[in-house]
């Protein structure tokens, strides 16, 4: 079973959530392990469900969206977690607040998921970071959502004990990949990957977690293998389809 972030650890991360891509060369290999006898591709991203499948455009993948509050097997809808639903009006409250604090302050962007909110500010100058922080804090507060944050983005999303850690583990119970004779990778690069490798080092030790980004950061992860940038990874999961055929 793989389970796999998707902006920088697929595809190379982009100034605006809309201009990511996944190379080519990383979907062919996505989608040849996906057809493989008893492999699991997972893809599990803070994008939306139906984002994350748009961009990675994998078939026969499983999606986990929105932090692990959406889930889709391939080729069906997401369903959401029961526990997330009564949030959706502050959430639309979020995102109207959020858009226009982002809308006066240059470079802050807001992607509305639905279900979460992302406030981008990777375009914008250092000097309008913490007035935007501040301000977002505030309708969390207010609100009563969570916050969290990840590299140059504040995440809103609702109180609820869901996270790409507690959801990877359930898809794993789900597709029988924490059984002995079953194989974990799971690969991702910012911070709320890190609960998804927390949770595979306590249930999974023998779970190969790998952490995508440079080496200057690599004393910040729970994970167990490094690799430099999205490139790299695309080689990992090549050398893993070489292997597995090699196998068969």
């Keep these: 079973m793989f389970l796999l972030d998707v902006d920088g650890t697929l595809a190379p991360i982009a100034s605006r959530p809309e201009y990511a891509s996944v190379p080519n060369d990383t979907r062919q290999i996505l989608t040849d392990l996906a057809a493989t006898e008893n492999v699991r591709v997972v893809v599990i991203s803070g994008r939306s469900a139906d984002d994350a499948r748009r961009l990675v455009n994998v078939p026969g993948a499983w999606i986990i969206g929105n932090h692990g509050i959406e889930v ?23 995102a109207s607040r959020a858009t226009r604090i982002a809308d006066s302050l240059p470079g802050a962007i807001v992607e509305n998921k639905r279900w979460t909110l992302s406030i981008h500010y990777r375009l914008a100058p250092p000097s309008v970071v913490p007035s935007l922080s501040a301000r977002i804090a505030a309708i969390a507060k207010d609100l009563g959502l ?83 940038d999205t490139a790299a990874m695309c080689e990992l999961l090549e050398a893993v389809l070489a292997l597995r055929r090699a196998l068969a």
Aim: net charge negative; hydrophobic share 40%.
């Design 72 to 94: 889709a097997a391939p080729g069906e809808p997401p369903t959401v977690r029961d526990a997330v639903a009564g949030y959706a009006d502050s959430i639309a409250e979020a």
């Design 146 to 228: 969570s916050l969290t944050g990840g590299k140059e983005v504040l995440e809103l999303r609702p109180p609820v004990e869901i996270d790409k850690g507690t959801a990877a583990i359930l898809v794993a119970e789900e597709l029988g990949a924490l059984s002995e004779n079953a194989s974990i990778l799971c690969a991702g690069d910012d911070r709320t990957d890190e609960d998804m490798f927390r949770a595979f080092r306590s249930r999974r030790p023998d779970a190969v977690t790998v952490w995508v980004g440079p080496e200057s950061a690599v004393d910040r992860t729970m994970a167990q293998f490094h690799v430099p």
